[in-house]
């Protein structure tokens, strides 16, 4: 019996660790890698501009100088934007409300990728991603 | 030994009632949370006539498309095209994912938020300038038509073709121009979603 009410606990206990394991949120950084950044930018505050400075991703980080895939994750529900830009203006952008994670792709050139909350209120986590490739 | 025997049987039948007890409870709560059907406007598969059709299947994405993330690709037979060809969607860990021209991503796949349309707008050059921005996304089968409200009252509509909708702004237009989207069903109920993009600090660029 005390087996038995043993296993019943225990049964419980990883239940309960398994379902805490599987909402919790992954926390985000940059990393730099073969000369090239994937920046995941972890947003507690909600800045308006999440990629400000971890995500420039101007030819000091890519060997190209080129990026190709500019990918954001957001609570779906709120308006949100990427954007490749540089001081002649945006060369291409997409917003978006109820896709969850959106991204947009192409070659504009030498850009910043650049992610955006739109939604006008604090979010409880963005990521957002820069590759120099399909990705 | 006996008195032992005696609480080690209580002992087992106290347990075996809370777990009997929990267990009913813990049923019932499912079932009673199980008993909603899904919305006919949350953007699930069931919701999507295209992406249940074998005359919409696609066996692979065209050259010039830009792939899904590796992560959210499509598994052979299930791509399908929406629209007039000019997107392409599947379904994946139960959402619908899409890609089309420079944008993609997958769904909101809550069951029961009333979506109708998903809302993407996007801009393939510069701002005001070269190709016109669109407002476009998925609509649910329930949809009948969309509509595009500038800041400046302008109007623009579609109506979906295969679960696909896009709407061209005037090429003087910019993305954070709309002001509002609204889908209306076929029973005339009006789905309305307000739009507040800020344009990028152009000092943010380098």
Not at chain 1, 51 to 80: E, I, L
Not at chain 2, 15 to 41: H, Y
């Given at each position: 019996v005390r087996r038995f009410l043993i296993i019943v606990a225990l049964t419980g206990a990883l239940s309960s660790f398994a379902l805490a394991v599987g909402v919790s949120s992954a926390r985000a950084s940059c990393s730099s890698n073969n000369g090239f950044v994937t920046c995941q930018y972890w947003n507690?505050?909600?800045?308006?501009?999440?990629?400000?400075?971890?995500?420039?991703?101007?030819n000091t980080y890519s060997p190209s100088g080129y990026w190709y895939t500019d990918k954001m994750w957001r609570p779906v529900n709120n308006w949100a934007s990427v954007y490749w830009l540089n001081s002649t203006g945006v060369h291409g952008n997409v917003s978006n409300y109820g896709t969850n994670p959106f991204w947009t792709k192409g070659s504009w050139g030498y850009d910043i990728g650049y992610c955006e909350n739109d939604s006008g209120h604090s979010l409880s986590s963005v990521t957002c991603q820069v590759y120099n490739w399909d990705a | 030994m006996a008195v032992r025997r005696f609480l080690s049987r209580r002992w087992f039948l106290a347990a075996a009632l809370i777990l009997l007890v929990g267990g009913a409870g813990a049923a019932s709560g499912v079932m009673r949370a199980g008993t909603k059907p899904p919305s006919s406007l949350a953007l699930i598969p069931g919701n999507f006539a295209a992406l249940n059709?074998?005359?919409?299947?696609?066996?692979?994405?065209?050259?010039q498309a830009p792939g899904p993330a590796p992560g959210y690709a499509p598994s052979a037979g299930t791509l399908h095209a929406l629209g007039h060809g000019n997107a392409f969607a599947w379904i994946h860990n139960s959402a619908v994912c899409w890609t089309a021209g420079i944008a993609g991503g997958c769904a909101?796949?809550?069951?029961?938020?009333?979506?109708?349309i998903d809302i993407t707008l996007s801009d393939a050059d510069l701002s005001r300038q070269g190709e016109p921005a669109q407002v476009s996304g998925l609509a649910v089968d329930d949809v009948v038509r969309i509509t595009a409200t500038l800041k400046d009252g302008t109007t623009l509509s579609a109506t979906p073709a295969n679960n696909w909708y896009e709407i061209t702004l005037p090429?003087?237009?910019?993305?954070?121009?709309?002001?509002r989207v609204t889908a209306e069903t076929s029973s005339g109920r009006i789905l309305s979603q307000d739009v507040r993009l800020d344009a990028p600090a152009a000092s943010q660029a380098p």
């Amino acid at each position: 019996v005390r087996r038995f009410l043993i296993i019943v606990a225990l049964t419980g206990a990883l239940s309960s660790f398994a379902l805490a394991v599987g909402v919790s949120s992954a926390r985000a950084s940059c990393s730099s890698n073969n000369g090239f950044v994937t920046c995941q930018y972890w947003n507690a505050s909600a800045p308006t501009y999440c990629c400000n400075s971890c995500c420039v991703a101007w030819n000091t980080y890519s060997p190209s100088g080129y990026w190709y895939t500019d990918k954001m994750w957001r609570p779906v529900n709120n308006w949100a934007s990427v954007y490749w830009l540089n001081s002649t203006g945006v060369h291409g952008n997409v917003s978006n409300y109820g896709t969850n994670p959106f991204w947009t792709k192409g070659s504009w050139g030498y850009d910043i990728g650049y992610c955006e909350n739109d939604s006008g209120h604090s979010l409880s986590s963005v990521t957002c991603q820069v590759y120099n490739w399909d990705a | 030994m006996a008195v032992r025997r005696f609480l080690s049987r209580r002992w087992f039948l106290a347990a075996a009632l809370i777990l009997l007890v929990g267990g009913a409870g813990a049923a019932s709560g499912v079932m009673r949370a199980g008993t909603k059907p899904p919305s006919s406007l949350a953007l699930i598969p069931g919701n999507f006539a295209a992406l249940n059709s074998s005359a919409t299947v696609r066996p692979a994405l065209p050259s010039q498309a830009p792939g899904p993330a590796p992560g959210y690709a499509p598994s052979a037979g299930t791509l399908h095209a929406l629209g007039h060809g000019n997107a392409f969607a599947w379904i994946h860990n139960s959402a619908v994912c899409w890609t089309a021209g420079i944008a993609g991503g997958c769904a909101d796949p809550s069951p029961l938020t009333e979506h109708g349309i998903d809302i993407t707008l996007s801009d393939a050059d510069l701002s005001r300038q070269g190709e016109p921005a669109q407002v476009s996304g998925l609509a649910v089968d329930d949809v009948v038509r969309i509509t595009a409200t500038l800041k400046d009252g302008t109007t623009l509509s579609a109506t979906p073709a295969n679960n696909w909708y896009e709407i061209t702004l005037p090429t003087d237009a910019a993305t954070w121009d709309v002001a509002r989207v609204t889908a209306e069903t076929s029973s005339g109920r009006i789905l309305s979603q307000d739009v507040r993009l800020d344009a990028p600090a152009a000092s943010q660029a380098p």
